[in-house]
DNA sequence: CGCGATTTGGTTGTGCACAACTCAATAGTG
DNA sequence: CACTATTGAGTTGTGCACAACCAAATCGCG
């Protein structure tokens, strides 16, 4: 082996991308139920939080720019979930706000997280300490990597 | 808040996606300069490994379907860098090896790991020990969702 | 006030991921 | 040997991610 570093087993890398899309396909039939996609979700999960953001305030919280974002809004709003409004004091700004059906729909994916937590971790203490590992990396990550967006 | 359970700061999930995004965006740059991204990579490192694998061996190897992979090996055929061969013996079966110019890049990507492994972790051991959490991880996770391919 | 700079959301184009499907080649069975 | 099932790669369609770019609205300075 010319160059023993460009193993593709050692690479931390793509554990991290494998794993996302694992995870991603864990969710899937879950939220396939809900007639929801992964990202998709987590829009959901912020709009549960607190409804009416801004476009730019959900991205930032999602970390996605607006080329992701807005036709994923796009389609919540098809999907009756979502309702956009145009800022009536300054007209570059659209909320997003959740329809009775996007309220709905909290209750009913209230129970995805725990049927996926089986999947992830044995017990709660390496579920938290995992978190807080990521947390960590994700910030330094965060900080050497600045998103435009 | 009515289901604490889906807050999105608490969704481990969220984490792996995010620092998938973030790591593959620290990538950019250094790969822009081998004219690669990050998937064509992560084949380029297969390849470097071991030449003239099948598309599903490599497929397997990154865990990707030939509907991912087919467009891929194509755009690193069209740079150059690797040459597509139909098996003799089955010809099913397609090849994929080096060019010249394929092989000549693993010295200019050999500097790649070393560039990222400091933003990723500040010591050796921590890194070894997120490895093999997430190593973990991920082979609970494959035993739970197989993957088709 | 007038006008250039910034902000905000959106569009376009490229590439990845995946489901569903097609089609040719091969393997297996009666 | 004929015929069906399986395998291997590829194609199509949808959606996400991101760079580059755009237009309109607002801001701010002279």
Redesign the interface.
């Known amino acids: 082996?010319?160059?023993p570093?460009?193993?593709?087993d050692?690479?931390?890398?793509?554990?991290?991308?494998?794993?996302?899309?694992?995870?991603?396909?864990?969710?899937r039939p879950l939220l396939a139920d809900l007639g929801l996609t992964?990202p998709q979700y987590?829009a959901m999960?912020?709009l549960?939080?607190r409804d009416g953001p801004g476009v730019g305030e959900l991205g930032d919280?999602l970390?996605l720019d607006s080329g992701t974002l807005s036709p994923l809004v796009r389609r919540l709003e098809a999907a009756g979930l979502v309702r956009r409004q145009r800022g009536a004091a300054d007209e570059r700004r659209v909320t997003v706000h959740l329809t009775e059906a996007g309220r709905a729909l909290?209750e009913r994916?209230?129970g995805?997280?725990?049927q996926?937590a089986a999947?992830?971790?044995d017990d709660l203490p390496s579920?938290q300490a995992?978190?807080a590992?990521?947390?960590a990396?994700?910030q330094?990550?965060?900080a050497?990597?600045p998103?435009s967006a």
């Open positions: 082996m010319a160059h570093q460009l193993q593709l050692h690479q931390l890398c793509f554990l991290f991308h494998r794993i996302s899309r694992d995870l991603t396909a864990a969710y992964y987590l999960l912020v549960w939080e919280r970390c909290e994916a209230a995805v997280p725990q996926l999947t992830l971790v579920y995992l978190h590992e990521l947390t990396l994700a330094r990550l965060e050497s990597t998103r």
